[in-house]
């Protein structure tokens, strides 16, 4: 298969490991473009400066109010295409504000497959 053409993902996620780890499975799935950043201050430098297509936001994010930097990123000045959260501590509240505000997925950290492959299908 080929890479993905002209697309870029962007982690924010506070946690180094985290983010490596995304940026493996990602790499892993033939996604070679990934930024990463540790704040939603990092985040808000990144995508004035980039087109994303997808975005994964940490409901652990510390600096600024995680859903708050999921709107920004859907509908700011420079939207993000998809949006996705992911959590250490999913549940049934955190899923529907995510599809609530317009999220493609509620991931768990680390996402299971079948959620990886749902993601990439709606990315579509």
């Given at each position: 298969?080929?890479?993905?053409?002209?697309?870029?993902?962007?982690?924010?996620?506070?946690?180094?490991?985290?983010?490596?780890?995304?940026?493996?499975?990602?790499?892993?799935?033939?996604?070679?473009?990934?930024?990463?950043?540790?704040?939603?201050?990092?985040?808000?430098?990144?995508?004035?400066?980039?087109?994303?297509?997808?975005?994964?936001?940490?409901?652990?994010?510390?600096?600024?109010?995680?859903?708050?930097?999921?709107?920004?990123?859907?509908?700011?000045?420079?939207?993000?295409?998809?949006?996705?959260?992911?959590?250490?501590?999913?549940?049934?509240?955190?899923?529907?504000?995510?599809?609530?505000?317009?999220?493609?997925?509620?991931?768990?950290?680390?996402?299971?497959?079948?959620?990886?492959?749902?993601?990439?299908?709606s990315l579509r």
């Open positions: 298969t080929q890479p993905h053409a002209g697309t870029r993902v962007l982690v924010i996620d506070p946690d180094p490991e985290v983010r490596l780890y995304w940026r493996a499975k990602f790499a892993g799935l033939r996604f070679p473009e990934l930024d990463e950043a540790a704040t939603a201050a990092q985040a808000r430098d990144l995508i004035q400066s980039g087109t994303y297509l997808l975005a994964i936001v940490s409901l652990g994010v510390v600096d600024a109010d995680p859903w708050d930097l999921v709107e920004l990123l859907r509908k700011g000045e420079h939207p993000v295409t998809h949006v996705a959260v992911a959590t250490h501590q999913p549940d049934w509240p955190k899923r529907i504000r995510a599809r609530i505000v317009g999220c493609n997925a509620c991931l768990d950290i680390p996402p299971s497959p079948g959620s990886m492959v749902r993601l990439l299908r």
